[in-house]
């Protein structure tokens, strides 16, 4: 695995990667059983600025038959009883909303998908 190289993304720099074991292989049997798509996330970043986090997975894990499960949550600013935004409050994910979602067993599909999704969409944020 460790020759193995990782998928190559562009990033854009307000966004932070927590993790990335999304490697530049096509799910084939074989590298399902090589352990190329087991354990429970594949690829998550978050950006503080728009609010948004993202996750890969592969599922059912270590399945040939799975298939990539992107999903992007939103986390709305904290309000006050008078519902002005909450200045220096840490983003958290824990009440965040799923904005979109996808599946695909296409790698490249993957991540044409995830590129799009760390441009944001405006629909998606809050703007006030």
């Known amino acids: ?18 993790w990335n074991t999304l490697f530049e ?5 074989e590298n399902v059983r090589r ?3 087991g354990g429970s996330s594949l690829f998550g970043a978050s950006s503080v600025h ?4 993202v996750d890969v997975e592969w599922r059912p894990e270590d399945d ?3 298939r ?7 986390a709305p600013w904290k309000r006050t009883e008078n519902g002005r935004r909450r ?3 840490a983003l958290d994910f824990s009440h965040a909303n799923v904005v979109y979602d996808m599946e695909t067993r296409s ?11 760390l441009r944001g969409r405006d629909e998606w944020i809050e703007h006030n």
Do not use: H
């Not at 695995?1 to 927590?18: A, F, K, Y």
């Not at 990539?68 to 939103?74: F, G, I």
């Not at 790698?107 to 999704?117: A, K, L, P």
């Open 87 to 89: 200045k220096n409050v």
């Open 25 to 29: 292989l096509d799910p084939t049997a």
């Open 50 to 53: 728009m609010r948004l986090a």
């Open 1 to 18: 695995m460790s020759e193995t190289p990782l998928q190559p993304l562009r990033i854009p720099p307000d966004w932070r990667v927590g």
């Open 107 to 117: 790698r490249q599909e993957i991540v044409e998908q995830i590129e799009e999704v």
């Open 64 to 66: 040939p038959d799975g």
């Open 68 to 74: 990539y499960c992107l999903t992007v949550y939103y």
């Open 35 to 37: 352990g190329f798509f």
